[in-house]
């Protein structure tokens, strides 16, 4: 056991290293993607200032709390994105050209290799620009968080990463399913920075929808709900029970499709 | 006129290659809706507007500016230097059709699938807002606001045109195409109206094509423009037209001297 998870923490090591390298051959595409992300960090900061102009309170959220609902819906999206996403979302292509059947005859296991051995450098360049982007919003607030609300936060941070690797497995066992599955990832993305704004703005309905059936509120808002204090002990155990329910779901469906998958390419 | 028979052929392919992945083709028109339904929302919950912009006047700007942006976030930049980077491109070169107009034909396929199912999106998000659907057709100044449209659609093309270029030069172009697009979508006054931004940002930007693609034309739509406003977005856009247009000539001229390809 003990020795298995040393030889997937080489592997991941060695694929990290290999995509470091890769992307070292390209500083101009390295550069164009870190700016984009830093230009799309920047518009919402931007945008979220812009919208306090006449008022104080949007919803029951002073300027200081959306911000910090835009930093950890941010800071979310590029600690999931960093480790997930890049890979899950690389399938479609292995898929549509067969070479996912190299994964499969490899000795390892290949949702290992599609989860996380595609590490997005460029969102961990991004890291700094997401931190103090927390910081700041943090700074507008007007109160101090308690060290418990500190504390929680970073717990529900984890769990709302583990949920939104359940929903994005959900999404990748599709591609086995129908080849062509680009805008459903970019559906998945809208939802997500939609969900940056507070839950209060949209209908009940819309909201249970996306608390319950489709966890995006639990993903991206419940961090920082809890660093507000507006988290409930209820919402608290639905983010857990969100993140085992999604990451079963996801893995059920992976499994199932990759039982159905046939080569491409023999 | 028999010479655009191939032009319309390539117009014919991408409209039907649009719709062959139906799934995908749904999931594309659900998820242009999506982040104009929250903005409305967000736009809803302030009554007090954002700065001379009353909480109507941002939702009637949502909904317009969803259906413009439908015509100018259409991108063939990726098409282009796939073309150029496999070889591809020899097989137009050799043939008696000009390369980019007939990625222009294509594209004004997938602007018309887009335009038609923006309607509905529209309507979609229309549903979820609270201003009466009368108000949002009545427009002030029809023909000056199909004359920007018209006039956002050539720009943006150009600008494709320009990132799908890149690739005569390096391999490495999917980043900068990336910052491009995402440029144009944050820029363009796609989500908010520009001068709602702080004053060193509309500086910034005036210094740049994107005000010319999504706001002016949304605002003339909307009456909130002038005839002198007009006359001045005009003159913006016939600058950039000619700027871009004398690029891409130059580009293309220079990238096809330099361009090679192996093994064809």
Known sequence: ?266 | MHGLKKYYLGFRLAFINELIHRMNFLFGILRRVIFSITLVYVFEHIPQGIGVFSSEQLVAYTLVSYVISSLIHVYCMGGISEDIVSGDLTNYLVKPIRFLPYWAARMMATRIILVVTSIVGFLCVWLVSSIPLSSLFIVAHPFQTLVLCLGAIVIVQLIDFLGGMLAFWTTDEHGLQWLLMTAILFLSGALIPITVLPQSVQTALSFTPFPSLVYAPTQMYLGNFDDAAFAHALVIQLAWIFACTIIVVIAWKRGTRSYEAYGR
Do not use: H
Request: charged share 10%; hydrophobic share 55%.
């Open chain 1, 1 to 266: 056991m003990v020795g298995n998870i040393r030889r997937y923490i080489k592997i991941w090591q060695l694929a990290a290293r290999m995509q470091a390298l890769r992307l070292l051959t390209k500083p101009t595409g390295m550069f164009g993607y870190a700016a984009g992300k830093l230009l799309r960090m920047a518009f919402f900061l931007v945008f979220g200032l812009a919208l306090y102009q006449n008022t104080a309170e949007i919803a029951g959220f002073s300027r200081g709390e959306l911000l910090v609902c835009y930093a950890f819906m941010n800071a979310v999206d590029v600690f999931s994105q960093m480790f997930f996403l890049r890979g899950l979302n690389s399938l479609q292509r292995l898929v549509q050209k067969g070479d996912f059947d190299t994964l499969l005859v490899r000795p390892m296991n290949s949702l290992f290799w599609v989860s996380v051995c595609q590490f997005d450098w460029i969102d961990f360049i991004t890291i700094p620009g997401a931190i103090y982007y927390v910081w700041y919003a943090a700074q507008q607030l007007e109160f101090d968080p308690t060290g418990f609300q500190i504390l929680l936060t970073c717990a529900i941070f984890l769990i709302s990463c583990a949920t939104a690797y359940g929903v994005m497995l959900m999404i990748t066992a599709v591609t086995f399913y129908s080849e062509e599955t680009e805008n459903l990832w970019w559906t998945y993305r809208d939802f997500v920075f939609s969900a940056r704004n507070p839950a209060p703005i949209f209908p009940k309905s819309v909201q249970w929808t996306f608390t319950y059936l489709i966890p995006i509120f639990a993903i991206i808002s419940f961090p920082a709900y809890a660093l507000l204090g507006r988290l409930s002990v209820g919402l608290v155990v639905w983010a857990c029970v969100a993140a085992v329910l999604t990451v079963t779901i996801g893995l059920l469906l992976w499994r199932r499709g990759v039982a159905k998958y046939s080569s491409a390419s023999s």
